[in-house]
């Protein structure tokens, strides 16, 4: 038995090498040596003797964390800022057949949970190989990814403490471990080249932080690895647009306004909350103008229309909903309708929304439940208001005590931008907990002093609201309607 698995572990050793020595020989021929002790500057000559325009940008490294490119020169409005060859971005269709772990799991039809482990395994294979092609790339990836929160320890994680984020941590973590087992199980040439689970979830959030979604063809979307194009940072009223030139075979960022000489270049990543760039980049921002708090409203078991409610909903108690910057917004609406679903008690109530809703093909609490009556509004907004303040007990910190630590320069960066996640979280939370009390301030006012009230300024957000929704219902129980 002992002879057999040996000459099973040196059958796979030759099959590796063999491997290995066929795509070091297919690729011989492109290789070229750049030993300059600066990464950045092989980096760039790299590119150059691939046939990249790389000559209006320059890099500049602020810190491990913050690496950027600014405008060598001045630059036009729709002019190329920067231009990289197919050869030397990567392409899944690149990357699946380059690397020996992707060929081996194509053959064995395993299909991972996520495209970019293709991305990784493919990383992880020339980060080994000692003359890689894609050595002057692999060389400058960030060498420290501490800072994103799959790295977190137990007293990081203790800071996201009342974030949703905090769930997605660890869902993602989840995730991570779950690929790297399966993978190491069905794919044995990956457990025989001996990738920890640190190699692989490092190169799994560079490939996550990295990536570029572009359009090649009509309708073909694919991730790509853009070697430079990377070094660009995300800002809400960036000025470059990205894509793929069919004519030039090759990915391109252009200019959507004169850049000056000197200025640093910044793209927008995309309309994203602060939780899904600080998942997918390490940052948060306290100006991103789509932040959200997100959070669920459930049935109460105990509530006598339970069973009657979960039949009409398809068997769902508990529904996601999230709340914004903006309280007059669709996001404000659907919470309270989903929470004025919960807080229904009355069967006529009840039964009326049965009735609304005949004719759709699944009920959704968000979308369908209206408003019925002043009695169910005003408990709704006490529910929500309780819902709300109980969400905001849960977290670690106060906006007091984020405040102050933001504010003191030995804070560091990494807890920064979890300060700035969790404290935007809180100021949503207490914005809308301020509607609340706005509302249940005036809801038990007359119809004509509701409309006097709603001209004054200081209730413009709940102004909309009250004239369509209280201020009817106000009139029909008065008799006025």
């Known amino acids: 038995m002992l002879l057999?698995?040996?000459?099973?572990?040196?059958?796979?050793?030759?099959?590796?090498?063999?491997?290995?020595?066929?795509?070091?020989?297919?690729?011989?021929?492109?290789?070229?040596?750049?030993?300059?002790?600066?990464?950045y500057k092989n980096?760039?000559?790299?590119?150059?003797?691939?046939?990249?325009?790389?000559?209006?940008?320059?890099?500049?490294?602020?810190?491990?964390?913050?690496?950027?490119?600014?405008?060598?020169?001045?630059?036009?409005?729709?002019?190329?800022?920067?231009?990289?060859?197919?050869t030397h971005y990567?392409?899944?269709?690149?990357?699946?057949?380059?690397?020996?772990?992707?060929?081996?799991?194509?053959?064995?039809?395993?299909?991972?949970?996520?495209?970019?482990?293709?991305?990784?395994?493919?990383?992880?294979?020339?980060?080994?190989?000692?003359?890689?092609?894609?050595?002057?790339?692999?060389?400058?990836?960030?060498?420290?990814?501490?800072?994103?929160?799959?790295?977190?320890?137990?007293?990081?994680?203790?800071?996201?403490k009342g974030s949703p984020t905090l769930y997605t941590v660890m869902n993602q973590r989840r995730i991570f471990r779950e690929e790297y087992d399966n993978l190491k199980e069905a794919v044995k040439e990956f457990q025989r080249y001996g990738y920890t689970y640190n190699d692989f979830i490092k190169f799994r959030i560079l490939t996550i932080s990295r990536s570029f979604p572009v359009y090649i063809g009509e309708n073909e979307q694919q991730q790509l690895l853009v070697p430079l194009a990377d070094f660009v940072n995300h800002d809400n009223n960036g000025f470059l647009q990205y894509g793929y030139s069919p004519d030039a075979d090759g990915f391109f960022m252009q200019a959507v306004r004169n850049i000056q000489k000197g200025e640093e270049l910044f793209y927008n990543y995309g309309q994203w909350s602060n939780k899904y760039f600080f998942m997918n980049y390490g940052f948060a921002s306290l100006t991103n103008p789509m932040n959200q708090f997100d959070f669920d409203v459930c049935i109460d078991r105990n509530d006598r229309l339970f069973n009657m409610k979960v039949d009409l909903t398809g068997g769902n108690i508990c529904w996601g909903n999230r709340l914004v910057n903006e309280t007059d917004h669709d996001t404000f609406r659907q919470s309270l309708a989903t929470v004025r679903f919960a807080q229904i008690s009355k069967l006529d109530d009840f039964l009326k929304l049965e009735e609304d809703v005949e004719n759709y093909n699944q009920f959704w609490p968000g979308w369908h439940t209206t408003p019925k009556t002043i009695e169910l509004e005003k408990a709704t907004f006490k529910a929500f208001k309780e819902l709300l303040v109980s969400e905001l007990a849960n977290f670690a910190s106060t906006i007091e005590d984020d405040q102050r630590r933001l504010n003191d320069p030995s804070t560091p960066e990494f807890r920064r931008h979890i300060i700035m996640l969790t404290m935007r979280e809180k100021q949503i939370i207490k914005k809308n907990i301020e509607v609340c009390d706005m509302m249940l301030s005036v809801i038990d006012k007359s119809s004509e002093e509701l409309k006097n009230l709603m001209r004054y300024y200081n209730f413009r957000e709940i102004a909309r609201y009250v004239n369509s929704e209280i201020i009817p219902m106000k009139l029909e129980e008065e008799g006025l309607a």
Not at 45 to 74: C, H, M, N, P
Not at 118 to 145: A, G
Not at 147 to 156: C, K, L
């Open 43 to 86: 980096l760039i000559q790299w590119l150059k003797d691939g046939k990249a325009e790389v000559s209006k940008v320059q890099i500049e490294v602020k810190s491990e964390g913050y690496r950027t490119l600014k405008a060598s020169q001045f630059i036009r409005q729709g002019e190329w800022v920067l231009f990289i060859p197919r």
């Open 4 to 39: 057999q698995t040996c000459v099973l572990a040196i059958a796979l050793s030759l099959s590796l090498a063999q491997d290995d020595s066929e795509y070091e020989l297919k690729t011989k021929s492109k290789r070229q040596t750049y030993d300059d002790p600066d990464p």
């Open 90 to 160: 990567l392409s899944l269709e690149e990357v699946k057949k380059s690397c020996l772990i992707n060929r081996k799991m194509i053959q064995l039809n395993y299909i991972p949970n996520n495209i970019q482990t293709y991305f990784v395994n493919h990383l992880l294979q020339e980060n080994r190989r000692q003359n890689s092609f894609w050595k002057p790339y692999i060389d400058v990836l960030p060498k420290d990814v501490s800072g994103f929160p799959t790295y977190f320890d137990a007293e990081q994680d203790a800071l996201l």
